[in-house]
């Protein structure tokens, strides 16, 4: 049904060129000499939360949330955040602030941003890892990961968990593409050119990841056509249901 949706905008046949060839060929990987030092020092953000010093602290609960470009991941994750408690890590986001910083780094995110592609999961993974250390949140959201399945083994092999859910944010790819052409945030990727890009990655790199959670019993899937007030409230009925 997902596919659906999204492949009847796509009127090209859908090329392997727009998505990211860093999720596909696999040729990025954190150095082994950095592996070490990142794996030691999140295993000591999740043991000592996970409660071995006898205290109360535990591992942070974290949600996966996805959707396609301009589903309203980063409207309800505010309002979540706000009425829940969670901490809100948006990947988009955390890329868009390694871009502002001016690094060389920043400079290879813009261009693949600004082509719709997927950033190479150990940049990705490091900056989310990162946030997570410095937040030292009890509850995460981190918004718009894993895009690919190369995003969702890096993390898994970094931060060495899985997601406890993953929520879905499913919405029609037309309201999608209106949504993101009425945005007026000055994005660099608000453009149909990008936009359409930006919806055969989600199809193609991005539904497979949502497979794979659903396959584990682990994506809650939120309708999101209507008010953003009303997408909310089904949020908030989903939480409830699992005492959140
Ligand atoms: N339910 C809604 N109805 C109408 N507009 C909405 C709704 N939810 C969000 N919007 C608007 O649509 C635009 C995209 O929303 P948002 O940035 O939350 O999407 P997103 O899934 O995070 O997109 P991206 O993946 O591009 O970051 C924003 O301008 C937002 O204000
Ligand atoms: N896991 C991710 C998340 C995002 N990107 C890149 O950032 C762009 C914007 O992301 P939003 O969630 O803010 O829409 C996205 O289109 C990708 O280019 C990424 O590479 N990996
Ligand atoms: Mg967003």
């Not at 497979?211 to 939120?222: A, L």
Request: hydrophobic share 35%.
């Amino acid at each position: 049904m997902w596919r659906r949706r999204v492949g009847a905008l796509l009127r090209s046949p859908r090329t392997s060129s727009s998505a990211s060839s860093a999720c596909q060929s696999r040729r990025h990987h954190l150095l082994p000499s950095e592996e070490p030092l990142a794996l030691n020092r999140l295993a000591r953000l999740f043991t000592s939360q996970a409660g071995s010093d006898g205290g109360d602290t535990q591992k942070p609960f974290i949600a996966f949330v996805l959707g396609g470009p301009g589903s309203g991941k980063g409207t309800q994750c505010t309002k979540i955040a706000s009425d829940f408690g969670f901490a809100h890590l948006s990947a988009g986001d955390i890329l868009r602030h390694e871009i502002a910083s001016g690094s060389e780094k920043g400079e290879l995110i813009l261009e693949i941003i600004k082509e719709g592609r997927i950033v190479p999961s150990e940049i990705t993974v490091e900056l989310i890892r990162k946030a997570m250390e410095m937040n030292n949140a009890k509850r995460v959201l981190i918004d718009g990961f894993p895009r690919c399945e190369e995003n969702r083994i890096a993390f898994e092999r970094i931060v060495g968990t899985e997601p406890d859910i993953v929520i879905f944010f499913d919405c029609p790819e037309d309201e999608m593409v209106k949504r993101l052409l009425g945005r007026n945030q000055g994005r660099v990727d608000d453009n149909i050119e990008t936009i359409k890009k930006r919806l055969k990655v989600f199809e193609s790199l991005n539904i497979p990841v949502v497979d794979y959670y659903s396959s584990r019993g682990k994506v809650h899937k939120i309708n999101a056509t209507g008010t953003a007030d009303e997408i909310f409230e089904a949020v908030r009925r989903l939480f409830s249901s699992l005492r959140l």
